[in-house]
C-alpha cells in the first residue's frame, strides 16, 4: 500500500478484504485529527479578518464531514476551498455576503456538472500523468508550507517531528494525540491567560446565523466572478480528478467515480451557504492527512465531525479562543507529514514521457494548482499529437 510505514489490523485486513464499513476507535479519531493544518488556519482567518460567525462555519464543517464519511466509509475529506479562502481574507473589499454567494454558486455548478455527467466527460480530458503531477505538486506544497511553519520554532517543531515519525506505527498511543497534547501544554504555557479566558466563557446554546434571505444579487455576481470562478480549475483537478484517483488506490474495495465526489461537493457547499459556513471541497491532501495519522475508513471523519457539531452549538467562542492560541509549528508537523504521505501516493511504474509529464506538472503546481492543471492536459497532448518531444 502507500502510506509509509505502514501497519495493517485485523480490522483493517478485513476492510480491505471486502467488508467495508466504518470504524469507530482511538486510532481512526486520532486519524481524524490529520486534517487540522488546513482546517485550523482558515476558519481562524475567516472569523477573525472577515467577520464569519464561528457558529455557522464550525456546523457546516461538522454536518458535512458527518454525511461525508456516512456516505463514502473511507477518510474522504472536507476541507476549505483554499483559492476561495485566500481570496476572501487577503483582497480588499470582500464581504461575508460574497463568500455565502461564491458558496451557493459554486454548489450550483457542481451539482449540475454531476448531475448532467458533464464531470466524468471533462475527467477523462485528464490523463493520469497529470492526475499524478498534480498531487504530487500538493504533497510538495504541503510539505514546504509545513518547513516554513516549523521554521518558527525549531525547538518545539523538531521533537514534534521525532515523536510523530516514533509514533506512526504505534496503535496503542497514536502520534496526532500525542502533537494535540504537546500543542495544549505549549500553548498554554506559553500564555498564562489562556486557560482563565477559557473557563471564563459560559457554555450557552446558539443556532446559526441563516444568511441566504438577505443575500443581494450583487454578492452573488462579485462572489460568482472574484472568488468562485478562480476555484474551479483547482477543484477539479485536486478535489474531484485527484481525491478520487488517491481513494480508489488507496481504497480500491470502496472505489467513488468523479460523478459521486462532483455531487456531495454540490450538495455540502449549498448546505454550507444556508447555515453561514464557507465553501468547501474534498482536497486530496485531506485525505492523505487522516490516512497518514491512521484513519482507515469514513467512522473518523464521523467522529470529527460530531466534535465541531459540538463545538459550533455549545462552545464556538471557546474554539475560537483555542484555535488562536494553538502553535503554527504543531500544525507545521501535521502538514509536513501529510505532504509526505500525499506524495507517496504517485509512486507507480510509468513511461518516461508520463513520468515527465508528472514532474512538470507536479513543477507547475508548487506555483499555480490551475495553471498546472491546463500546462499539464496541453503538455501531455502536444507529445501525443508529436508536436514536440522529452
Known amino acids: 500500500m502507500f502510506s509509509l510505514l505502514r501497519h495493517v489490523t485485523k ?5 480491505e478484504a471486502g467488508r467495508p464499513g466504518n470504524l469507530y476507535n482511538r486510532v481512526e479519531l486520532a486519524g481524524a485529527f490529520g486534517d487540522l493544518g488546513t482546517l ?12 464569519l460567525d464561528p457558529v455557522g462555519v464550525l456546523l457546516a464543517f461538522g454536518v458535512s464531514k458527518v454525511l461525508v464519511g456516512l456516505y463514502y466509509r473511507t477518510p474522504i475529506p472536507v476541507q476549505p476551498m483554499k483559492v476561495i479562502g485566500s481570496a476572501a481574507v487577503i483582497q480588499a473589499g470582500v464581504t461575508p455576503g460574497m463568500v455565502y454567494g461564491a458558496g451557493l454558486i459554486t454548489g450550483l455548478v457542481w451539482l449540475i456538472l454531476g448531475a448532467t455527467g458533464l464531470i466524468q466527460r471533462v475527467a477523462r480530458l485528464c490523463p493520469q500523468a497529470v492526475t499524478r503531477g498534480i498531487v504530487l505538486g500538493l504533497g510538495f506544497m504541503f510539505m514546504l508550507e509545513g518547513i516554513r ?8 517543531a523538531v521533537p514534534g517531528v521525532l515523536l510523530t515519525y516514533a509514533l506512526l506505527s504505534n496503535r496503542r498511543l497514536p502520534a496526532m494525540f500525542v502533537l494535540l497534547v504537546l500543542g495544549a501544554i505549549v500553548a498554554l504555557v506559553r500564555d498564562s491567560s489562556l486557560l482563565p479566558a477559557v473557563l ?13 434571505a438577505g443575500l443581494s444579487w450583487d454578492d452573488l455576481g462579485r462572489g460568482a466572478l472574484l472568488l468562485a470562478l478562480p476555484q474551479i480549475p483547482l477543484t477539479l483537478g485536486n478535489a474531484v ?3 478520487t484517483a488517491e481513494n480508489n488506490a488507496l481504497f480500491p474495495q470502496r472505489r467513488v467515480s468523479e460523478r459521486e465526489v462532483s455531487l456531495t461537493t454540490g450538495g455540502m457547499n449549498l448546505l454550507s451557504a444556508a447555515l453561514g459556513g464557507v465553501p468547501l471541497c474534498h482536497g486530496a491532501g485531506g485525505m492523505a492527512g487522516h490516512v497518514r495519522f491512521g484513519a482507515r ?10 466534535v465541531l457539531v459540538g463545538l459550533a452549538l455549545f462552545f464556538s467562542e471557546t474554539t475560537q479562543l483555542v484555535f ?10 501535521v502538514l509536513f507529514f501529510a505532504g509526505l504521505e500525499l506524495a507517496a501516493t504517485t509512486r507507480a511504474d510509468a513511461s518516461k514521457s508520463d513520468f515527465h509529464i508528472t514532474l512538470l506538472t507536479a513543477a507547475l503546481a508548487t506555483f499555480n494548482m490551475a495553471a498546472a492543471f491546463v500546462g499539464g492536459i496541453l503538455l501531455y497532448h502536444a507529445l501525443r499529437k508529436k508536436w514536440t518531444k522529452l
Open 200 to 212: 471564563a466563557v459560559p457554555i450557552s446554546f446558539k443556532l446559526p446565523f441563516f444568511p441566504l
Open 149 to 156: 511553519l516549523m521554521a518558527a520554532d525549531l525547538l518545539l
Open 40 to 51: 485550523i488556519p482558515f476558519v481562524l482567518a475567516y472569523v477573525t479578518i472577515l467577520g
Open 241 to 243: 480528478i485527484a481525491i
Open 11 to 15: 480490522e483493517e485486513a478485513a476492510i
Open 324 to 333: 488562536q492560541a494553538f502553535p503554527s509549528p504543531i500544525l507545521g508537523v
Open 297 to 306: 475508513t469514513g467512522g473518523a471523519l464521523v467522529m470529527l465531525g460530531l
